[in-house]
């Protein structure tokens, strides 16, 4: 009796078993199909933080991609500055700019995007302290009276490499208030040691020749920034002896 109970129970146990193996391989395979197509959608989800450089009715995505160089190079950019309204004046030429991307790569990625979307184009040097800065990045409007909106992301701060960041001294570029946001940068005219943020970029002596040449005669406060923001006309009406960068571009990146 006992060995009949047994043979009747048997195959019903194994049938079980049976059956939970091959269900099992069945969930696993659903979980994976199901984590597949969520990570398929967050990665198509994702996109580039990108900043919007707005000009009238055009709208130009400038991605904060890295410059295709190495994080060990230099990139060499050139600058045009002229004083468009004084043809009498001396401040005019090519400014040359080392951007230290291997020093301040999150700085000099900002500045760099910046050149690529021609943010600086056509940039008045609207404050000039004498033995002090140059500072510039506030786009006029276009010809046409359509007001260009500018916005870009704030990038991080880089920190300090031991023995390696640049200081505020005369010939360094940085960012106005250390906020990429703003688009405005600013050259040291002389040394600046104050504690402050870090630049990103040098000008050279022949450069500086250049920059220490743009008139510095209009006090802060004279009306500049609003002058820049309705045009050049304007400009040239109450500010004739003010400089402007023409064009920037990037010569190489090592």
Known sequence: MKSSSYSTTSPQRSLKRTSG???????????????????????????????????????VKVKNQII????????IVECKLDTPHDTSAPAHGILHITVHRSISPLASDAFLNMIKSDHFNGCYLFRVVK???????IESPLSDGQQAKVKFDKVGIDPPVTGQSLLNVRGSLNFAGGNSGTGQVYVNINNNLKPGS?????????????????????????GQVKAVK????????LFPKM?????CWIVNDD
């Open 131 to 137: 033995n002090f800065i140059v500072q510039w990045g």
């Open 21 to 59: 193996v091959k269900r099992c391989p069945m969930v696993v395979v659903s979980w994976l199909v199901a984590l597949a197509i969520f990570s398929l959608i967050v990665l198509v989800s994702r996109t580039p933080s990108a900043a919007e450089h707005t000009r009238a009715d055009k709208t």
């Open 198 to 222: 870090l630049p990103f970029a040098m000008l050279d002596d022949k450069s500086m020749d250049i920059i220490t040449s743009v008139f510095d005669g209009y006090s802060a406060g004279m």
């Open 68 to 75: 295709q160089s190495s994080r060990d190079g230099h990139v």
């Open 243 to 247: 400089s402007r960068i023409e064009k």
């Open 230 to 237: 309705q045009g050049a006309d304007e400009v040239k009406k």
